[in-house]
């Protein structure tokens, strides 16, 4: 199966709207810079068009990448950060592991009891109860996590927390990258992709950590994950 085929409907190949996307999810570029980029290449694509395929396709490419990650450490770190949309704001909450690992991101209006609950049914829907949580001293976690991770050590405590604060940087250059985020939707949409991506082609391949023939040989891999992902879009 070939990258140069285009999916049903569409007049571009796959390789193009894959490498769009993906450098819209793991870059701080926005659509009108990508449109330039392939302009530059002599790929003459609107940003709508690119905008419209990140729409379309992020879920996609999102559910194939949690099929094959890691699994992930038995240490979460949870925090929150406010988000502003169109002038109002929400509150995004975000889940990683010891490694910096980004396990969820759900943006919700609220930050109570009842907010807590919804994302930790998210997260432990997706993966199995953790031997410890770390949290700051927001109180809405205490009575949620002693019911809901039964035998989990909860420590609450701003300082053991900075794993998930920096986990809040690759949001606010984005976030400074298009000035303001334009819709609830499209925030919720975007951040659960980059989350994965970065995973990906961040993380997992350890840019401060290995050599830099280990860093090629997991970019590769990598790389191998984005383009069997992009293949499956035939069939959607």
Known sequence: MTLEVAPRRHRFPISIISQAVWIYHRFNNSYRDIEEQMAYRGIHVSYETILSWSIKFSSHFRNVIKKRERKPSDKWHLDEMTVKVNGEVFILWRAVDSDGYELDVFLQKRRNRKAAIRFLNRLLGSYPIPRVIITDRLKS???????????????SHKGLNNRAENAHLPTRRKEKCLIKFKSPQGVQRTLALMGKVRNLFAIEVGRYLKKASMRREAFKAACTIWSEAAQELLCV
Not at 141 to 155: D, E, L, N, V
């Open 141 to 155: 976690y205490k009575k949620p996590i002693q019911a809901m991770c039964r035998g989990t050590q909860h420590r």
